[in-house]
């Protein structure tokens, strides 16, 4: 079976550019988070999407967004990049979004930013 | 509200002795809890989990975590360091009685082993 995969690993853009990271998530999931990794904040949790829908979203800007397909895939969209967006952006999917959900999330290797 | 505090950011240990990496939690809920390992340039591979069954949970590669409600703690243990696990270790704590479905991660542990 497949593990989360994230496209590109590597990417780098320069400052007020746009970016658009992929993830599919394992088969037969279909809940897809993302996070941030920087070495001062550690993980962040941007946003979760479910069935299509955003249904729960961390403290970042507007400029951070995001979307799901109906194959549950999703991509992640920054626009007008800072030098400060320079992270390791993290997916993960778990099968289901149950409320009282105990499952543990599956991550990819993630999609390494750079911005100059 | 919930958190997760990693009580320390570096542990060194030799190889062959035992791996304690501490962790302590506050939740509103009944908490399922989590370690994740990550290795360098790679994402977060799951450890074990908790979730209201037994309070000694086995992960993989020999690690096990014991829940303490009353110390509010879930320590990752292992008995007999090895070199390739040499990593940074997550400490994630998820509400299960919240109406919001999000992980909490700790600050993480980078754990060095020496020959």
């Known amino acids: 079976k497949a593990g989360v995969t994230q496209t590109p690993r590597y990417l780098i853009k320069t400052r007020g550019q746009q970016v658009t990271l992929s993830c599919s998530p394992i088969?037969?999931?279909?809940?897809v988070s993302w996070y941030q990794q920087t070495p001062g904040q550690g993980l962040q949790f941007l946003f979760e999407y479910f069935s299509e829908t955003q249904r729960n979203k961390g403290n970042f800007p507007g400029r951070f967004s995001g979307r799901q397909f109906s194959n549950s895939r999703s991509e992640m969209n920054v626009s007008t990049l800072e030098l400060g967006d320079s992270a390791l952006y993290l997916c993960?999917?778990?099968?289901?979004?149950?409320?009282?959900?105990?499952?543990?999330?599956?991550f990819g290797d993630g999609t390494r930013l750079s911005i100059l | 509200a919930q958190s997760v505090t990693q009580l320390d950011s570096h542990v060194s240990v030799s190889e062959g002795t035992p791996v304690l990496l501490r962790c302590n939690y506050s939740?509103?809920?009944?908490?399922?809890l989590f370690w994740y390992v990550q290795h360098p340039n790679k994402g977060l591979q799951l450890l074990l989990k908790?979730?209201?069954?037994?309070?000694l949970v086995k992960g993989i590669n020999g690690f096990e975590a014991e829940f303490k409600k009353s110390e509010t703690s879930f320590h990752l243990t292992k008995p007999s360091a090895h070199m390739s696990d040499a990593a940074e270790y997550f400490c994630v704590v998820s509400d299960s009685g919240g109406s919001n479905y999000k992980l909490t991660f700790g600050k993480g542990t980078l754990l060095t082993v020496n020959p």
């Open positions: 088969s037969g999931h279909r809940s």
């Open positions: 993960a999917s778990s099968r289901d979004r149950e409320v009282y959900s105990n499952q543990p999330q599956h």
């Open positions: 908790y979730t209201s069954a037994a309070t």
């Open positions: 939740s509103s809920y009944s908490p399922s």
